[in-house]
């Protein structure tokens, strides 16, 4: 197995869910997204997942898709994996996605259950066995029951983990007792990550190895020292630093992910706040609550925010006055 093969599969820790930037002529930023990847880089995250949910994928084209994986292959530059969101409800589209990440250079790929079209568990198992025959990459397994309005029964996840190259789970469900089920039925190779920010530490207790994370995205020195804080054994200090993450993370979900997540990052300078439609720009509202937990945050843990500049993003929340 290859180093980044390895990096794959014992991925542990905090992985961001990256957003994608667009310019004001709706086009990628690629430069924005570039600094993005380099900052998480630099800021210890243990793994980059590109074109997911966070990343607006529903919204992106082909070559827009293939772009982005290559930056972040470029940036990353074999030392730490870059995961490919190349999920749809059409398993021929999974397929093609899939292939195509693998063609950019991606490490592994991000699979969601089906959505919409509401699969019965056997329909779920073919559906990921199809695109498992159509790659050599490593798949991370992706179940997010509140977009997809159905759920990744354990038992299936454990006949999927038999087979090779199925190496996780991202649980967006917020069961915190899942990965205590889940480990006689997955063995302990197989990764268990949270895809629930506001229930990471008692999904960890439970024996999650980490998380792909929409919070981290904004403050990954933070997220990163409570993971260690925690795997060290210093439980009183990890619960301290939760406190931060948690009061951001509400209002990060406060509307539909990533839109309050790119006003935050535009406060930093890091990107703008454009979406794509059907998103739409936040309401006033929670712009002045999204404005008010970054300054909270960049007021009380400054030392965990190296690149996020007290003035920067004061002036910018008074330009968004």
């Not at 994608?20 to 880089?41: H, K, M, S, W, Y």
């Not at 895809?195 to 933070?222: E, K, M, R, W, Y």
């Amino acid at each position: 197995m290859t180093t980044i093969g390895r990096h794959v599969s014992k991925l542990s820790g905090y992985v961001p869910a990256l957003p994608t930037p667009f310019d004001n002529d709706d086009n990628i930023d690629g430069d924005a997204f570039e600094q993005l990847c380099d900052r998480q880089l630099r800021q210890g995250a243990t793994a980059l997942v590109v074109c997911g949910t966070t990343g607006e994928a529903p919204t992106l084209s082909s070559t827009e898709h293939g772009a982005l994986i290559r930056i972040a292959v470029g940036v990353a530059h074999g030392r730490i994996p870059v995961i490919a969101g190349a999920g749809s409800n059409s398993t021929a589209h999974a397929v093609e996605l899939t292939r195509d990440a693998e063609a950019a250079g991606a490490n592994a790929i991000l699979s969601v259950v089906p959505y919409y079209n509401r699969p019965t568990q056997a329909g779920m198992y073919a559906h990921f066995r199809a695109i498992m025959q159509s790659t050599g990459l490593p798949i991370i397994l992706y179940d997010v029951p509140s977009r997809t309005a159905c759920g990744l029964a354990d038992e299936t996840v454990g006949r999927l983990a038999e087979l090779p190259q199925f190496i996780g789970l991202k649980d967006a469900t917020g069961d915190i007792t899942r990965p205590a089920r889940l480990k006689s039925l997955v063995g302990s190779e197989f990764r268990l990550l949270s895809g629930d920010d506001a229930t990471v530490l008692p999904f960890l207790a439970q024996g999650g190895h980490g998380c792909i994370s929409v919070t981290s995205n904004l403050v990954p020195g933070l997220c990163r020292s409570m993971y260690l804080a925690y795997k060290q054994g210093e439980v009183a200090r990890a619960q301290r630093l939760s406190v931060p993450i948690t009061r951001l993370t509400n209002v990060l979900f406060r509307e539909s992910n990533p839109v309050p997540l790119k006003y935050a990052l535009g406060l930093l300078d890091l990107m703008t706040h454009k979406v794509r439609l059907p998103l739409v720009e936040l309401t006033n509202d929670t712009k002045i609550e999204v404005a008010a937990a970054v300054e909270e945050v960049c007021d009380g843990y400054a030392e965990y925010l190296v690149d996020a500049p007290r003035e920067r993003w004061r002036a910018n929340r008074g330009a968004a006055r």
